[in-house]
């Protein structure tokens, strides 16, 4: 009788065992696919960030002078250099 109820036991913690091993193992893997994905998402919104934009135009006033206005996007606003 004794011996039958440490057969149980044993089988007992060792199922208790694996169902833990197996339940670090499945939120190792969900954390790690959330962060894999977040990085993905993080690099790709970097890489499709705007270019600043460089542009010269002449305005009327300085025409005849021969200086030339200033325009430009800085990816925060366009600033016009008079």
Do not use: C, H, Y
């Not at 149980?8 to 499945?26: E, M, N, Q, V």
């Not at 002449?58 to 016009?80: H, L, P």
Request: no cysteine; aromatic share 4%.
């Amino acid at each position: 009788m004794q011996n039958i109820r440490s057969v149980f036991l044993l089988l007992a913690g060792i199922t208790a065992f694996a169902a833990l091993a197996l339940l670090t193992f499945s939120v190792t893997l969900a954390v790690g696919g959330i962060l894999t994905v977040l990085m993905v998402g993080r690099a790709l919104s970097l890489k499709m960030k705007p270019a600043a934009v460089r542009a010269t135009a002449q305005s009327k006033a300085k025409a005849n002078t021969g200086e030339t206005m200033r325009i430009w996007n800085d990816g925060r606003g366009t600033i016009i250099d008079l």
